[in-house]
């Protein structure tokens, strides 16, 4: 098993909704690609920041007399998922809501989401999509290849 990308960082709220690329080259005699990724934490820990993120979103798009309780709408979810091209063609996406996931894609075999089909060597290009950010998050990806043995 050969690493091709691996990648420690921090999303922040002023990166939501928007996508962290991430290019990594894969040699020629890779048979399989193995996707690990997690990231942290997966609520808004203090509640009373959350309920903040609430109050705001609600007199945002009900209006400042709205009725709505923000504890009603707890807990507040950060969701950063994944997205694959291969040479710049699109291998596949997984938006789940898991904050531990792992994925392999081959020619027999792809994750849900993901295409299976043989792996071509070049550049792929791996996308963390920050569909909502509320708060520091961790992540952690790592990317690893195998060749038939």
Request: proline share 3%; with cysteine.
């Amino acid at each position: 098993m050969k690493t091709l990308f691996e990648k420690n960082g921090f999303v922040t709220p002023e990166d939501d909704k928007t996508n962290i690329y991430f290019e990594f080259a894969v040699p020629q005699g890779i048979d399989k690609i193995i996707i690990d990724y997690s990231y942290s934490p997966k609520t808004v820990e203090n509640r009373a920041d959350a309920v903040g993120l609430i109050s705001a979103g609600l007199e945002k798009y009900l209006g400042a007399d709205n009725r709505e309780n923000p504890l009603d709408y707890l807990p507040v979810k950060n969701l950063i998922t994944l997205s694959l091209d291969e040479n710049g063609k699109y291998r596949g996406a997984a938006h789940r809501q898991d904050d531990v996931q792992h994925h392999e894609i081959s020619a027999d075999f792809a994750s849900n989401g993901f295409f299976k089909g043989k792996i071509e060597e070049g550049v792929w290009r791996i996308a963390l999509n920050v569909h909502c950010c509320a708060c520091k998050v961790s992540y952690n990806l790592k990317i690893t290849g195998e060749a038939e043995k």
